[in-house]
Protein backbone atom coordinates (compact mmCIF):
# COMPACT_ATOMS: atom_id res chain seq x y z
CA UNK A 1 0.00 0.00 0.00
CA UNK A 2 1.06 3.44 -0.91
CA UNK A 3 1.05 4.45 3.48
CA UNK A 4 3.55 1.16 3.94
CA UNK A 5 5.53 2.57 0.88
CA UNK A 6 5.97 5.98 2.55
CA UNK A 7 6.62 4.30 6.33
CA UNK A 8 9.18 2.60 4.62
CA UNK A 9 10.46 5.53 3.09
CA UNK A 10 10.48 7.98 6.69
CA UNK A 11 12.47 5.12 8.16
CA UNK A 12 14.95 4.59 6.05
CA UNK A 13 17.70 6.08 6.89
CA UNK A 14 20.92 7.84 5.03
CA UNK A 15 24.54 8.23 6.16
CA UNK A 16 25.93 11.61 5.83
CA UNK A 17 28.78 11.06 7.81
CA UNK A 18 30.61 13.22 5.81
CA UNK A 19 28.34 16.25 5.27
CA UNK A 20 27.91 18.56 8.13
CA UNK A 21 24.78 20.36 8.76
CA UNK A 22 25.48 23.40 7.67
CA UNK A 23 26.35 21.91 4.22
CA UNK A 24 23.48 19.70 4.36
CA UNK A 25 21.28 22.86 4.38
CA UNK A 26 22.94 24.60 1.67
CA UNK A 27 22.39 21.10 -0.25
CA UNK A 28 18.27 21.02 0.60
CA UNK A 29 18.20 24.40 -0.25
CA UNK A 30 19.22 24.18 -4.17
CA UNK A 31 17.35 21.13 -4.14
CA UNK A 32 14.06 23.06 -3.51
CA UNK A 33 14.90 25.57 -5.80
CA UNK A 34 15.20 23.22 -8.42
CA UNK A 35 12.18 20.99 -7.57
CA UNK A 36 10.21 24.32 -8.01
CA UNK A 37 8.10 23.38 -10.99
CA UNK A 38 6.69 27.25 -11.41
CA UNK A 39 10.20 28.64 -11.44
CA UNK A 40 12.01 30.63 -14.64
CA UNK A 41 15.07 29.28 -16.17
CA UNK A 42 16.34 33.17 -16.17
CA UNK A 43 15.54 33.30 -12.02
CA UNK A 44 17.30 29.51 -11.78
CA UNK A 45 19.92 30.54 -13.54
CA UNK A 46 20.75 33.39 -11.17
CA UNK A 47 19.87 31.52 -8.20
CA UNK A 48 22.84 28.99 -9.51
CA UNK A 49 24.74 32.23 -9.57
CA UNK A 50 24.19 33.19 -6.30
CA UNK A 51 24.05 29.75 -5.20
CA UNK A 52 27.68 29.41 -5.44
CA UNK A 53 29.22 32.96 -4.43
CA UNK A 54 30.15 31.41 -1.04
CA UNK A 55 33.12 31.58 0.35
CA UNK A 56 36.15 28.33 -0.33
CA UNK A 57 35.06 26.17 2.38
CA UNK A 58 31.65 25.60 1.93
CA UNK A 59 32.22 25.79 -1.45
CA UNK A 60 34.55 22.73 -1.02
CA UNK A 61 32.12 20.97 1.34
CA UNK A 62 29.09 21.47 -1.04
CA UNK A 63 31.10 20.13 -3.83
CA UNK A 64 31.98 17.09 -1.66
CA UNK A 65 28.65 16.75 -0.46
CA UNK A 66 27.19 16.76 -4.14
CA UNK A 67 29.31 14.47 -5.52
CA UNK A 68 28.87 12.03 -1.95
CA UNK A 69 24.66 12.13 -2.86
CA UNK A 70 25.28 12.00 -6.86
CA UNK A 71 23.72 14.92 -7.49
CA UNK A 72 24.89 15.61 -11.06
CA UNK A 73 23.47 18.52 -11.34
CA UNK A 74 24.80 20.48 -8.11
CA UNK A 75 28.39 19.15 -8.89
CA UNK A 76 27.90 20.55 -12.46
CA UNK A 77 27.32 24.17 -11.10
CA UNK A 78 30.07 23.75 -8.42
CA UNK A 79 33.04 22.47 -10.72
CA UNK A 80 31.99 25.51 -13.37
CA UNK A 81 32.56 27.73 -10.42
CA UNK A 82 36.22 26.02 -9.23
CA UNK A 83 36.52 26.12 -13.23
CA UNK A 84 36.30 29.68 -13.76
CA UNK A 85 38.05 30.32 -10.46
CA UNK A 86 41.17 28.80 -12.36
CA UNK A 87 40.57 29.66 -15.60
CA UNK A 88 43.39 32.27 -16.81
CA UNK A 89 45.51 32.14 -13.96
CA UNK A 90 48.86 30.92 -13.49
CA UNK A 91 50.44 28.42 -11.34
CA UNK A 92 51.69 30.36 -8.58
CA UNK A 93 48.27 32.44 -8.87
CA UNK A 94 46.11 28.66 -8.78
CA UNK A 95 48.27 28.05 -5.56
CA UNK A 96 47.55 31.38 -4.10
CA UNK A 97 44.08 31.33 -5.06
CA UNK A 98 43.41 27.65 -3.27
CA UNK A 99 46.07 27.90 -0.28
CA UNK A 100 48.08 25.32 -1.79
CA UNK A 101 51.62 25.36 -0.73
CA UNK A 102 54.26 24.49 -3.61
CA UNK A 103 55.80 21.35 -2.66
CA UNK A 104 58.05 21.47 -5.93
CA UNK A 105 61.68 21.49 -5.68
CA UNK A 106 62.45 24.72 -8.61
CA UNK A 107 64.37 21.31 -10.97
CA UNK A 108 61.03 19.43 -10.37
CA UNK A 109 58.79 22.39 -11.23
CA UNK A 110 61.16 23.09 -14.45
CA UNK A 111 61.03 20.17 -15.64
CA UNK A 112 57.08 19.40 -15.23
CA UNK A 113 56.77 23.20 -17.18
CA UNK A 114 59.51 21.44 -19.67
CA UNK A 115 57.39 18.46 -20.71
CA UNK A 116 53.40 20.18 -19.98
CA UNK A 117 54.48 23.24 -21.84
CA UNK A 118 51.18 23.46 -23.86
CA UNK A 119 49.62 23.84 -20.66
CA UNK A 120 51.56 27.33 -19.74
CA UNK A 121 51.19 28.93 -22.91
Same mark, same amino acid.
Given at each position: ???????????????????????? +?????????? =?????? *????????????????????????? =?????????????? @?? +???????? *??? @??? $?????? %????? @? $???????? %? =?? =???
Amino acid at each position: SQAHDRDDCASTTIPLTNVDSKTL +VKVIEYCKKH =ANETIT *SKDLKKFNSEFVDEDQAILYNVLMA =ANFLRNKDLLNILC @EK +VANMIKGK *SPE @EIR $KTFNIE %NDFSP @E $KEEQIRKE %N =AW =AFE
